[in-house]
């Protein structure tokens, strides 16, 4: 079954009126299945899953004050904040990101 697109405040960069997703903040993989999640814009989300694997999310990114003090985050969230709604930028995996998978 296709899901509803969804509208609403992303709770990381707080724009209004954008299409949200569910992010787990403890990924479902590493036990966060029925724990807390967030609703992200679908630009904050791609952008996490870009800068981090799971196991980073799980070890210390596991929370939405965690997520935007982090100076990656931080950067990215001071950008978009300025940009429409209706704006979907292209995401891409960070270099260490790239390099860590094989």
């Given at each position: 079954m296709a899901k509803k697109k969804q509208s609403g405040t992303c709770e990381l960069c707080?724009?209004?009126?954008?299409e949200v997703t569910v992010h787990h903040l403890t990924p479902k993989?590493?036990?966060?299945?029925?724990?807390?999640?967030?609703d992200?814009?679908?630009?904050?989300h791609k952008q996490i899953h870009a800068?981090?694997?799971n196991d980073e999310l799980a070890a210390g990114l596991?929370?939405?004050e965690s997520?935007?003090?982090h100076p990656k985050i931080h950067a990215f969230v001071k950008w978009i904040k300025k940009q429409p709604s209706s704006r979907l930028p292209r995401i891409s995996k960070s270099n260490s990101r790239k390099r860590k998978k094989r």
């Amino acid at each position: 079954m296709a899901k509803k697109k969804q509208s609403g405040t992303c709770e990381l960069c707080l724009r209004e009126e954008v299409e949200v997703t569910v992010h787990h903040l403890t990924p479902k993989e590493m036990g966060g299945t029925f724990l807390p999640t967030a609703d992200l814009c679908i630009p904050c989300h791609k952008q996490i899953h870009a800068l981090f694997t799971n196991d980073e999310l799980a070890a210390g990114l596991n929370t939405i004050e965690s997520l935007r003090s982090h100076p990656k985050i931080h950067a990215f969230v001071k950008w978009i904040k300025k940009q429409p709604s209706s704006r979907l930028p292209r995401i891409s995996k960070s270099n260490s990101r790239k390099r860590k998978k094989r």
